[in-house]
């Protein structure tokens, strides 16, 4: 559901994530036409870099990672 916000409204995705101060730079970028491009593809590589992130704090909680 994140990746469908990622790409239709890049700015939401940082908010979901914790990230709010990136999201008020991607609105400022989203608003022209031309930086609509930049900014969802911001938003899909910060969105998977809070997954990779999310993935490795769960390995190294339950121990798999030490």
């Known amino acids: 559901m994140r990746l469908i916000i990622a790409i239709f409204l890049p700015f939401l995705v940082f908010f979901t994530i914790g ?4 999201g008020i730079i991607c609105l400022i970028l989203q608003v022209t ?7 969802a593809l911001w938003a899909v590589y910060a969105l ?7 993935k490795i704090k769960q390995a190294s909680q339950s121990g798999i990672i030490k």
């Open 19 to 22: 990230r709010p101060f990136s």
């Open 33 to 39: 036409l031309i930086g609509w491009l930049p900014a």
């Open 48 to 54: 998977s870099q809070y997954n990779t992130d999310k």
